[in-house]
T-cell receptor, first 120, second 111 residues
Framework: DTEVTQTPKHLVMGMTNKKSLKCEQH?????MYWYKQKAKKPPELMFV???????INESVPSRFSPECPNSSLLNLHLHALQPEDSALYLC???????????????????FGPGTRLTVT | SQQGEEDPQALSIQEGENATMNCSYK?????LQWYRQNSGRGLVHLIL?????REKHSGRLRVTLDTSKKSSSLLITASRAADTASYFC???????????FGAGTRLTVKP
């Protein structure tokens, strides 16, 4: 199974709502990622989990709260979002290979289809 | 912040022609990857080239890497209408474990 699944596909929420995005993979990957992508722009890294621990947080506002309950699941909890947070949210996973010289290296990432989020 | 920058931003060609996209980056890298994205969907990994490699092939794809110039190119030969998509380069910095995407090239292949 080389698939990363994301639910829901589409989400419309108000600024006072609380919602969660979900991501799942069964490839045994131990690194998982959240990206935000605005129209006609490249994906922007938000969070990286490595071995279920948050390893990178790219100064994302606290209204976005990631969670990695186990090695297959990644959630993104949303609360009090702003209209400018409307975007495509992409989840990805990859192996984390350890090299003998320069530490961890990350191989190619497998992306889910994304959740199209609209904040009204 | 973005690491790679692609050019051209948009490219329109006829089916059967070759398409070349370029990517430049700023810092030393472990590897460089190319991804494809169909409109509004997830990204698909195309090819990874390591910093000690100069050229790599995969089917109709050819990727080159010049670490002295901090640049890479992606060549798609004998293009098809189905190749229409956005193409992104992504770099993994040498002293970091995350990946940064370039601005992307929007390729249109006309039948």
């Amino acid at each position: 199974d080389t698939e990363v699944t994301q639910t829901p596909k589409h989400l419309v929420m108000g600024m006072t709502n609380k919602k969660s995005l979900k991501c799942e993979q069964h490839m045994g990957h131990r690194a998982m990622y959240w990206y935000k992508q605005k129209a006609k722009k490249p994906p922007e890294l938000m969070f990286v989990y490595s071995y279920e621990k948050l390893s990178i947080n790219e100064s994302v506002p606290s209204r976005f709260s990631p969670e990695c309950p186990n090695s297959s699941l990644l959630n993104l909890h949303l609360h009090a979002l702003q209209p400018e947070d409307s975007a495509l949210y992409l989840c990805a996973s990859s192996q984390v290979s350890v090299t003998g010289t320069s530490g961890r290296k990350i191989s190619e990432q497998y992306f889910g289809p994304g959740t199209r989020l609209t904040v009204t | 912040s973005q690491q790679g920058e692609e050019d051209p931003q948009a490219l329109s060609i006829q089916e059967g022609e070759n398409a070349t996209m370029n990517c430049s980056y700023k810092t030393s890298i472990n590897n460089l990857q190319w991804y494809r994205q169909n409109s509004g969907r997830g990204l698909v990994h195309l090819i990874l080239i390591r910093s000690n490699e100069r050229e790599k092939h995969s089917g109709r794809l050819r990727v080159t890497l010049d670490t002295s110039k901090k640049s890479s190119s992606l060549l798609i030969t004998a293009s098809r209408a189905a190749d229409t998509a956005s193409y992104f380069c992504a770099t993994e910095p040498y002293n970091n474990n995350d990946m940064r995407f370039g601005a992307g090239t929007r390729l249109t292949v006309k039948p």
